[in-house]
T-cell receptor, first 112, second 111 residues
Framework: ETGVTQSPTHLIKTRGQQVTLRCSSQ?????VSWYQQALGQGPQFIFQ???????GRGNFPPRFSGLQFPNYSSELNVNALELDDSALYLC???????????FGQGTRLTVV | DQQVKQNSPSLSVQEGRISILNCDYT??????FLWYKKYPAEGPTFLIS?????DKNEDGRFTVFLNKSAKHLSLHIVPSQPGDSAVYFC??????????FGSGTQLTVLP
């Protein structure tokens, strides 16, 4: 059974640029969520996708957007990057039959 | 406002003793509670969960207790081992599956 995988693992971008982060869900999981973890804090919910539709969103501006594909993989896109967007971005997948979400190793984004 | 709080940023315990990690929440809509363990440079690893209709769930050395009236839960690790040293996050789930995390507790188990 393949776990949740994210790419890339590290990324450096310049303020104002755009970035796309990718996530492959665990086999059999049809729901994917994205979280932002700033240093010293717990992960913060960005949004969730189920059957290619966004079905929940946290307190993040519209420049954070996402996609889920028919194979349940997902992308997180961030436009007009700001210095405060520097964080660890975590993807989590789960089956609708279970509450437990399983996380990838994260993508460390640094905005300079 | 912080809906899930872990008030102890760190905890040190001697190997073999009990570790107790605490978590408080404010939102009555949470229907499931989970504990995750995180090592540096890795994603959170699921440990154990409890439904809001239960007051205890046990899995090996890990037990989670839920006091719904006090809006408080705790994770007990017995006996603690050096490999348990990590950051532990409490998370609360809404029926949609959206998780709200606490800020974490760094557990250090001393040999």
């Amino acid at each position: 059974e393949t776990g949740v995988t994210q790419s890339p693992t590290h990324l450096i971008k310049t303020r104002g640029q755009q970035v796309t982060l990718r996530c492959s869900s665990q086999s059999g999981h049809n729901t994917v969520s994205w979280y932002q973890q700033a240093l010293g804090q717990g992960p913060q919910f960005i949004f969730q996708y189920y059957r290619e539709e966004e079905n929940g969103r946290g307190n993040f501006p519209p420049r954070f957007s996402g996609l889920q594909f028919p194979n349940y993989s997902s992308e997180l896109n961030v436009n007009a990057l700001e210095l405060d967007d520097s964080a660890l971005y975590l993807c989590a997948s789960r089956s609708t039959l279970n509450t437990e979400a399983f996380f990838g190793q994260g993508t460390r984004l640094t905005v300079v | 406002d912080q809906q899930v709080k872990q008030n102890s940023p760190s905890l040190s315990v001697q190997e073999g003793r009990i570790s107790i990690l605490n978590c408080d929440y404010t939102n009555s809509m949470f229907d499931y509670f989970l504990w995750y363990k995180k090592y540096p440079a890795e994603g959170p690893t699921f440990l154990i969960s409890i439904s809001s209709i239960k007051d205890k769930n046990e899995d090996g050395r890990f037990t989670v207790f839920l006091n719904k009236s006090a809006k408080h839960l705790s994770l007990h690790i017995v006996p603690s081992q050096p490999g348990d040293s990590a950051v532990y996050f409490c998370a609360a789930s809404l029926p949609s599956g959206q998780l709200t995390f606490g800020s974490g507790t760094q557990l250090t188990v001393l040999p």
